[in-house]
């Protein structure tokens, strides 16, 4: 008579996520930046003050890679928007919007501008794709 072994389901489970690293604390619930172009995130802020402004990976964009990006907005305020125009590429917040808002953009090569279209004038910022 041949004798079998039974293992429960939840055992084989824990098993299986321990092997894969699942279950641990994460210490952002951001998605990951990637390190090339394609689907990389970006952060853009504005509010709840007078300030705007454009990251990646926590530091001021000034230049990127052409390709495609996540463009996860943070809008604080109901009096601001977050605008960004370059080649191909018009995207914005609603002034009376507030909240968290993404965009999939695709960037080509040139210069891009993001601005608070109400307050244009001291809030805006500008990077280059290359």
């Given amino acids: ?6 293992v429960p389901a939840a055992l084989l489970a824990c098993v299986a996520l321990a092997a894969t690293g ?3 604390k994460r210490k952002s619930s951001a998605p ?3 390190d090339g172009p394609s689907g990389a995130a970006l952060a853009g802020s ?23 990006y996540i463009l996860n ?11 960004l ?3 191909g590429v018009d995207v914005s917040t609603d002034v009376s919007f507030k909240g968290t808002k993404s965009f999939t ?3 080509q090569a040139g210069k891009y501008h993001f601005q608070c279209d109400p307050h244009a004038s ?9």
Avoid: W, Y
Avoid at 1 to 6: C, E, N, Q, S, V
Avoid at 73 to 83: G, K, L, P, T
């Fill in 22 to 24: 699942c279950g641990g």
């Fill in 105 to 107: 953009i695709t960037l």
């Fill in 46 to 68: 504005v509010g709840p003050g007078f300030e705007i402004s454009l990251k990646r990976g926590g530091q001021p964009v000034t230049t990127l890679k052409a390709g495609t």
């Fill in 1 to 6: 008579m041949r004798t079998r072994l039974i």
């Fill in 32 to 34: 990951p930046a990637t």
């Fill in 73 to 83: 907005v943070d809008d604080q305020s109901d009096i601001h928007d977050f605008h």
């Fill in 85 to 87: 125009t370059g080649p």
């Fill in 122 to 130: 001291s809030m805006n910022g500008d990077f280059t794709v290359t």
